[in-house]
């Protein structure tokens, strides 16, 4: 080996190490950073024959020219990134699934005065008129009762409309993001695209690309291909809606809370996964759903009385009169009937005319609550239904969330074992590139005597 050669050797080392130094301080100032994975120089040894020449020791022993950087490489284990995108999307579904379905459960039932609680007043009420039947004071407790019940479910059934209002809001919001991250990340793919073709891979923007899928896979599910022919991609529910540097995005139709991919009228199905998902699916399933069950019960409320009552005769001998508004059957809108309301004593208890102490009429009220007026179900059992059906999708909502959260930690951890940056192991390979530095600078001294020597000569 010529002394020239040392000489070429020393420089090439302490460029590697030089890069590796840059590199050690770039991962330790960015220890704490958010979405930043660790770098690393990757070196391979030099050969003579790697320049076209070949040159040979006395003991034929070939000999090289020292080491070279092949690549900067960005540590990140793809495979775990997949996992954990798809099981932070089935975490915020759930969770997001949790919190509105315990909302929708508090106004429901809102532990003191209950529709149930309620409902057992007003039936008791008439069990209480029955038994006095031309007592004012009955009387006057079944319209206090009737109106408290009426007044509840106008309640509850408004409640519900503002929080579906709150949620639609929430749900456009969280849309405009979920377009927001598309169009950033289409960007990147630009910037990553152009960096890689000139041979400069722009670490920067690959670590906010994968930080933004992250985010973009607590509103949807995600699906990434990183490796493929078309360069980096993201599909939704099966449908492609990043493709290079172009994106679909979510197109959400207010009036009908219905979302389609652009223009392609290909729907979002809720069960992609994902906070976006959930709210869609708890609005059309959940807070619907218990509208509609509401509606039934007010409906059937209104019904079955009013049947039973217009067949009554009040004190005055007058018949056919309705108890609750006839033309107001929904839980938003059921209320008593104005006769009801401005007298109670158009409240009719007997079954036959002038016969004031009869009380058949108001017994036979007060025995609907034992009947089935909803299918097989008394309105009491169709309440506590409903009740029980939300409280246990709230539970198995919060055991999804909590079992999707330790599968996700346990994903993070393995990620983080793979792309984040250990001070201390930085700190070792900072005091083994001092040593390198220090062992390259005696060569580069040692070829320097040796050479001196040879020209003293």
Known sequence: MSLRNLYEISRRSFRVIDSRMNVAGQNVANANSAGYARRRVISSADSNSTLGLQTRSMLNTPTGTGVSISTYDRLRDQLLSAAANRTNGSMEYAGEEHRVLSTVESILDPGDSGINDLLSDFWNAWSDLANNPTEAGMRAAVLSKANNLAGTLNGVSKQLDRYQEDLSLELRSSVDKANSILERL???????????????????????????????????????????????????????????????????????????????????????????????????????????????????????????????????????????????????????????ANDVDSIAASGYVDTPGDSSIAAAISELQHKGLIGSRTLGQEVTDMLAEVGSRVKAAEADASGHAAVLANLDAMEAGVSAVSVEDEMTAIIELQQAYAATARVLQSAEEMMNTLLAL
């Open 186 to 340: 289409a960007q990147l793919n630009n910037v990553i695209a152009r960096s890689e073709n000139q041979n400069q891979p722009n670490f920067a923007a690959a670590d906010e690309r994968d930080d933004l899928v992250r985010q973009l896979s607590s509103l949807v599910g995600v699906e990434v291909q990183s490796n493929h022919s078309d360069g980096f991609r993201i599909a939704i529910g099966g449908v492609f809606v990043l493709e290079g540097d172009h994106f679909t995005p979510l197109n959400l139709d207010e009036s009908t809370l219905t979302i389609q991919f652009g223009n392609t009228g290909t729907p979002f199905k809720p069960e992609t996964g994902g906070s976006i998902g959930a709210k869609l699916s708890t609005i059309n399933d959940s807070v619907n759903g218990a509208r509609a069950r509401l509606d039934q019960i007010a409906s059937a409320l209104v019904t079955e009385v009013n049947a039973i009552h217009a067949t009554g005769y009040v004190l005055n001998g007058v018949t056919g009169l309705d108890f609750f508004d006839p033309s107001a059957t929904s839980a938003a809108s059921i209320k008593v009937s104005a006769a009801i």
